[in-house]
């Protein structure tokens, strides 16, 4: 992206604060960078300075602006409601601040949130990128989970936006919505996740304990931490919906995620220590046959994510070439995951 | 003698990762430069063992189709003994990739009736897993 266009970001911007904010004055923007994280949109970090009750204020703020193409998207105000929902509570999330779906200020819907600042997010392919606090963050990581699963749904705002299933019909709901996901994108026959989806339809869960928030996206890589190993942000919250709460645990701890070490899981702690956090917090009992559907169904759901973003690339929709590299490695890893789960109950 | 294609690729992909991306360090590009040189990575493995890899899976497939014709009914069974005789016509990777792909399609289906078969079918099931436990292994893509 060249400085002509951030200056156009920057600019656009600046009209939109002063319209939103007519109280404050002398608005500034500086350090506009384009960065990486949750592909889905673009998403940039930027510095504000203002006026207000006689006060000169900075804040660092990070805009996510729908890429083109996805006019139609709802997601947007979904993923805003999110982090407004749960700014607050135990589950720490950056502070909402404004959506826009008008396409007058930035040609594009878009919101503005909080920066949270002097944090890292590991990448899902970085080895043991938590080595000296792993058991810590392990504790917090799922102990958020719980929370989010334990949070009263009415209160985030979500139920008006999204599909509400029955506490029988979670199941079902989601696996329908990736196998279509996987219908209408696949580049080439996917005889292993096909076998998975007739594994997981002859062999139902358990109906959810609870209706929860699911995040949809709940792992490594996914939330940021100070050089403490606390947990400063859950970020990515594109794919929240409602529904058992075990969809969640169930892609935290999958294999993919284990940074390489299969004994951990998100490469920070054991699996029965996570279920204890979780269980503490959630106030639910992790269910052994839901979580190992769960757990089958996540790989579903993430070759539905990497085949997309395979077809994504391959139309020439969207040239990031993370979704080439995420097709090839994950694709062969949730395979390889797959086949390991299902080879001795299905063979 | 000409450098071996996947040389060259990893070469400029470790070029790509530890000597450009330093040079736009914290900026978007770097992340996108990473990338790039990790595909590169990715590609130089790739076109080692494409070609290898969809022969494997085909002739996996063909002899598993040579089995199953003999014990599944009526049409399913005559399109499997089609499909373990078919020649194959070219070894250029598209070629072979569509190959593969069409048996593939014939497997999901053969799985399916497997599947449907009861205690019957225990045997043939378990083979149809040993050949896609070989297709998951032979494809597993890592960096390290």
Known sequence: ?347 | MKPNLGHALATEALTLIGEISPLVAGSYREGSINTIGAMLMMASIEQERAAENSVNSITDMMALFMEAGAIVDGDLSERLKAAADREIESYLVSSLSAHRDDLQRLLIELQTYAEAMGAGGQALRKRIWGVLEREADRNIMALG
């Open chain 1, 1 to 347: 992206m060249n400085e002509t266009a951030l200056q156009e970001i920057s600019d656009q911007l600046v009209r939109y604060l002063k319209h939103v904010m007519p109280e404050a004055s002398g608005f500034e923007v500086s350090d506009l960078a384009r960065i990486h994280g949750g592909a889905s949109r673009e998403t940039y970090r930027l510095k504000l300075s203002y006026a207000t009750e006689g006060r000169e204020r900075v804040r660092g703020l990070i805009l996510r602006r729908d890429p083109v193409g996805s006019l139609i998207d709802t997601d947007r105000r979904l993923e805003f409601t999110a982090y407004a929902g749960f700014h607050g509570t135990q589950v720490p999330v950056p502070a909402a601040l404004f959506i826009e779906e008008d396409l007058k200020w930035m040609e594009r819907p878009f919101f503005i949130m909080e920066r949270i600042d002097d944090c890292e997010v590991a990448s899902p392919f970085q080895p043991s990128p938590y080595d000296d606090f792993g058991s810590r963050m392990g504790e917090q990581f799922f102990s958020i989970l719980g929370s989010i699963a334990a949070q009263d749904v009415e209160a985030t705002g979500l139920r008006e936006l999204v599909e509400v299933p029955g506490l029988e019909a979670c199941w079902d709901k989601e696996l329908s919505h990736w196998e279509k996901v996987i219908d209408d994108d696949e580049l080439e026959p996917q005889p292993i996740a096909r076998a998975a989806i007739r594994y997981l339809r002859r062999n139902p869960p358990p109906p959810a304990q609870r209706l929860s928030v699911v995040h949809g996206d709940y792992r490594t890589g996914n939330f940021l931490y100070d050089s403490e190993g606390t947990i400063k942000g859950i970020l990515d919250w594109e794919m929240v919906h409602i529904g058992d709460p075990m969809e969640d645990f169930g892609w935290a701890t999958n294999p993919l995620w284990a940074h390489g070490t299969p004994e951990k899981v998100g490469g920070m702690c054991s699996l029965q220590d996570a279920i204890g956090y979780w269980e503490t917090a959630s106030g639910l009992k992790f269910d052994k046959q839901a979580y190992e559907w769960w757990l089958i169904f996540n790989c579903v759901k993430g070759l539905g994510i990497w085949i997309s973003s395979s077809k994504e690339y391959a139309d020439g929709e969207n040239h990031d070439p993370v979704l080439a590299l995420a097709g090839w490695i994950c694709t062969s890893a949730h395979n390889k995951i797959l086949v390991e789960l299902l080879k001795d109950k299905e063979g």
